[in-house]
């Protein structure tokens, strides 16, 4: 979208939050990978990691709620801002998952999956991997998982734009519907009137009925040919 004005304040907001998601991220690897031995350097970075997270999940609630209020974005800018949210939400919750599981590097078990339900298991991928190669596949698997959750909320959004763009459609045919609909009781209270009229003239004219049914059938095949152009 290209910009034709001042920089719009909800994107600019969104821009900080999307920063702060990242700087607080960047706490997080570093409390993995230079403080995992339990001191309190460790406490104090995890405290400070969730403190930014609170903030942050208050941030994008409040850019939520701007964007159902908003009226000067369309629609469709609308749903792009909706999916940024849904996206941004789905990090935060990410790292806040990663604070619940154990901080310390050192303690493999934590860093492998299944930990916690008995003896953890070493598997294909983790086999022969020391504890920075350990906490480098658990980045990857996440940057994995991000990804496939961005091609899912693409997918999302492709749908609801389509779904959208038929509703219209449909708005469209049955307005079309409705003309058509108007035209044809027209048409027939005209028919009504006219068949009206031509009664009283028969009546009125005794000795001229040949020529007043010629008129009226003249007058039906007129109307009929006037609705068969309409309807076409």
Same mark, same amino acid.
């Given at each position: 979208?290209?910009? #034709?004005?001042?920089?719009?304040?909800?994107? *600019?907001?969104?821009?900080?939050?999307?920063?702060?998601?990242?700087?607080?991220?960047?706490?997080?690897?570093? @409390?993995?990978? =230079?403080?995992?031995?339990?001191?309190? !350097?460790?406490?104090?970075?995890?405290?400070?990691? @969730?403190?930014?997270?609170?903030?942050?999940?208050?941030?994008?609630?409040?850019?939520?709620?701007?964007? !159902?209020?908003?009226?000067?974005?369309?629609?469709?800018?609308?749903? @792009?801002?909706?999916?940024?949210? #849904?996206?941004?939400?789905?990090?935060? *919750? *990410?790292?806040?998952?990663?604070?619940?599981?154990?901080?310390?590097?050192?303690?493999?078990?934590?860093?492998? !999956?299944?930990?916690?339900?008995?003896?953890?298991?070493?598997?294909?991928? #983790?086999?022969?991997?020391?504890?920075?190669?350990?906490?480098?596949?658990?980045?990857?698997?996440?940057?994995?998982?991000?990804?496939?959750?961005?091609?899912?909320?693409?997918?999302?959004?492709?749908?609801? =734009?389509?779904?959208?763009?038929?509703?219209?459609?449909?708005?469209? =045919?049955?307005?079309?519907?409705?003309?058509?609909?108007?035209?044809?009781?027209?048409? =027939?209270?005209?028919?009504?009137?006219?068949?009206?009229?031509?009664? *009283?003239?028969?009546?009125?004219?005794?000795?001229?009925?040949?020529?007043?049914?010629?008129?009226?059938?003249?007058?039906?095949?007129?109307?009929?040919?006037?609705?068969?152009?309409?309807?076409?």
């Amino acid at each position: 979208m290209a910009a #034709t004005g001042p920089p719009d304040a909800w994107l *600019q907001e969104y821009d900080d939050a999307k920063k702060s998601a990242n700087d607080i991220l960047t706490l997080i690897q570093d @409390r993995n990978v =230079h403080h995992g031995n339990g001191s309190s !350097e460790a406490s104090r970075l995890t405290a400070q990691a @969730r403190k930014r997270l609170a903030t942050l999940g208050t941030t994008v609630e409040a850019l939520a709620d701007r964007i !159902e209020s908003a009226t000067s974005v369309t629609e469709n800018e609308k749903n @792009r801002r909706r999916d940024l949210i #849904t996206a941004l939400r789905s990090r935060r *919750q *990410q790292m806040l998952l990663s604070l619940k599981r154990d901080a310390n590097p050192a303690n493999r078990a934590a860093l492998l !999956e299944g930990a916690g339900q008995g003896k953890p298991k070493e598997t294909a991928d #983790t086999a022969g991997l020391n504890n920075q190669g350990l906490v480098q596949l658990q980045r990857d698997l996440m940057k994995e998982q991000d990804e496939q959750v961005l091609q899912l909320e693409q997918t999302v959004n492709s749908t609801r =734009h389509m779904a959208i763009t038929i509703d219209e459609e449909l708005q469209l =045919h049955n307005r079309l519907l409705d003309d058509l609909d108007e035209d044809v009781n027209v048409t =027939h209270s005209r028919m009504r009137a006219a068949q009206k009229r031509v009664r *009283q003239v028969l009546r009125d004219s005794g000795g001229c009925k040949f020529s007043c049914m010629a008129f009226v059938l003249a007058l039906v095949l007129v109307v009929l040919i006037v609705l068969l152009f309409k309807l076409l």
